[in-house]
T-cell receptor, first 115, second 112 residues
Framework: AQKVTQAQTEISVVEKEDVTLDCVYETRDTTYYLFWYKQPPSGELVFLIRRNSFDEQNEISGRYSWNFQKSTSSFNFTITASQVVDSAVYFCALSEAGTGNQFYFGTGTSLTVIP | NAGVTQTPKFQVLKTGQSMTLQCAQDMNHEYMSWYRQDPGMGLRLIHYSVGAGITDQGEVPNGYNVSRSTTEDFPLRLLSAAPSQTSVYFC???????????FGEGSWLTVV
């Protein structure tokens, strides 16, 4: 079974629109960590955020915000006022404390921001 | 700021050939891992290590071998390359369990 599901394979938005990338995870651990990574066209993987399972506070960093809801096992990522530079593939990932820091990645969401 | 360094960045192999992808990190991280990335499949864990002298299999270990003789280095060996191993390979490291993993720049491997 897929531990991390990113149901949106591809999304296109027009510049300045807001966009939300969905991430649903599955775990039986009480201690776990959630991450988002960005992969721009150049191919490297860039860390964006890490949350632990005990901290459900939403987080905002500039135009980026994250909504963590344990009740729905979701960790969604919103980009406000999107820009062309936001065009990339975004991966959500889960790390369970009980499995030696193995990371489980979703299949990614490809975001295209149209100027 | 070296971080995680992978070499080579690009490689073309013939079926049956063997090769080693090198990975080194200078952050004194205990945990290192190798992933492969294929279209539509995200990143899948090949092998990982929680410290020098300790390695374990991930989700897709067949056809690959690893060793961890030092904290800094974690090479990935392809024993007999197959076209199915054409992929982008990423090495990663983190301080310990639950910490952020940091990736190398990737190695593009084509097996013909």
């Amino acid at each position: 079974a897929q531990k991390v599901t990113q149901a949106q394979t591809e999304i296109s938005v027009v510049e300045k629109e807001d966009v939300t990338l969905d991430c649903v995870y599955e775990t039986r651990d009480t201690t776990y960590y959630l991450f988002w990574y960005k992969q721009p066209p150049s191919g490297e993987l860039v860390f964006l955020i890490r949350r632990n399972s005990f901290d459900e506070q939403n987080e905002i960093s500039g135009r980026y915000s994250w909504n963590f809801q344990k009740s729905t096992s979701s960790f969604n990522f919103t980009i406000t006022a999107s820009q062309v530079v936001d065009s990339a593939v975004y991966f959500c990932a889960l790390s369970e404390a009980g499995t030696g820091n193995q990371f489980y990645f979703g299949t990614g969401t490809s975001l295209t921001v149209i100027p | 700021n070296a971080g995680v360094t992978q070499t080579p960045k690009f490689q073309v192999l013939k079926t049956g050939q063997s090769m080693t992808l090198q990975c080194a990190q200078d952050m004194n991280h205990e945990y290192m891992s190798w992933y492969r990335q294929d279209p539509g499949m995200g990143l899948r864990l090949i092998h990982y290590s929680v410290g020098a002298g300790i390695t374990d299999q991930g989700e897709v270990p067949n056809g690959y071998n690893v060793s961890r003789s030092t904290t800094e280095d974690f090479p990935l060996r392809l024993l007999s390359a197959a076209p199915s191993q054409t992929s982008v390979y990423f090495c990663a490291s983190s301080r310990t369990v639950g910490n952020t993993i940091y990736f190398g720049e990737g190695s593009w491997l084509t097996v013909v």
